[in-house]
């Protein structure tokens, strides 16, 4: 009976390394999971400039801001429309204008006249500005209309009351543009009709 106590514990002995050798390969294939996981992404970070030094990014930061702030003193935004320069004259740029088809009606504050204008628009940029006049027309007409809403008639009296009326629009045209294509370009309004009844 000692004999048939000991056999058991034999089986149970030897089977035990038969049950290792699955568990050590599955231990083996997640490890080499793992290394290759941790070196696809350790390369593309590495690819990516993850682990350049802070003093090159700091530098080609300081060089994109350089280039900006040259691009806006020209007059140029990297998304924003581009000037226009005539080709006789490399310093002088090229005027293009656009007339708003709809006139421009409002009363006179505290008072029983009106104000019909016609306006027109120009730029030295290309035709993205008139794009995105004609795009945002019915903010632009509101915000126009507000402004000349508020003459009264002792501005209207004034002489040089359309020279001050044609800058506030021009203004107030700019930062419609401003705010909703993040680039004005507007230079000048003129009156193309101006009637006042």
Same mark, same amino acid.
């Given at each position: 009976?000692?004999?048939?106590? @000991?056999?058991? $514990?034999?089986?149970?002995?030897?089977?035990?390394?038969?049950?290792? #050798?699955?568990?050590?390969?599955?231990?083996?294939?997640?490890?080499?999971?793992?290394? %290759?996981?941790?070196?696809?992404?350790?390369?593309? %970070?590495?690819? +990516?400039?993850?682990?350049?030094?802070?003093?090159?990014?700091? @530098?080609?930061?300081? !060089?994109?801001?350089?280039?900006?702030?040259?691009?806006?003193?020209?007059?140029?935004?990297?998304?924003?429309? +581009?000037?226009?320069?005539?080709?006789?004259?490399?310093?002088?740029?090229?005027?293009?204008?656009?007339?708003?088809?709809?006139?421009?009606?409002?009363? &006179? $504050?505290?008072?029983?006249?009106?104000? =019909?204008?016609?306006? @027109?628009?120009?730029?030295?940029?290309?035709?993205? =500005?008139?794009?995105? !006049? #004609?795009?945002?027309?019915?903010?632009?007409? +509101?915000?126009?209309?507000?402004?000349?809403?508020? +003459?009264?008639?002792?501005?209207?009296?004034?002489?040089?009351?359309?020279? *001050?009326?044609? $800058?506030?629009?021009?203004? =107030?045209?700019?930062?419609?543009?401003?705010?909703?294509? *993040?680039?004005?370009? &507007?230079? *000048?309004?003129?009156?193309?009709?101006?009637?006042?009844?």
């Amino acid at each position: 009976m000692a004999e048939a106590a @000991a056999e058991p $514990t034999e089986e149970v002995v030897e089977g035990e390394p038969k049950k290792k #050798k699955p568990i050590l390969l599955i231990l083996v294939i997640v490890l080499s999971v793992i290394i %290759l996981v941790m070196s696809v992404m350790f390369g593309t %970070l590495y690819f +990516s400039g993850f682990f350049e030094h802070k003093s090159e990014a700091a @530098a080609h930061e300081k !060089v994109d801001e350089l280039e900006k702030a040259a691009e806006n003193a020209h007059g140029a935004t990297p998304d924003g429309p +581009s000037k226009v320069k005539k080709e006789a004259e490399a310093t002088r740029f090229e005027n293009t204008y656009l007339e708003i088809d709809k006139e421009f009606m409002t009363n &006179i $504050t505290s008072s029983k006249k009106i104000m =019909v204008v016609k306006v @027109a628009v120009m730029t030295h940029y290309d035709s993205r =500005v008139f794009d995105n !006049v #004609k795009k945002h027309e019915f903010a632009i007409r +509101s915000a126009v209309l507000d402004v000349m809403r508020q +003459s009264t008639e002792a501005d209207v009296a004034k002489p040089d009351f359309r020279v *001050d009326l044609a $800058t506030k629009i021009k203004v =107030v045209m700019n930062e419609m543009l401003m705010k909703y294509e *993040d680039f004005g370009g &507007i230079e *000048d309004v003129f009156f193309t009709s101006f009637v006042m009844q």
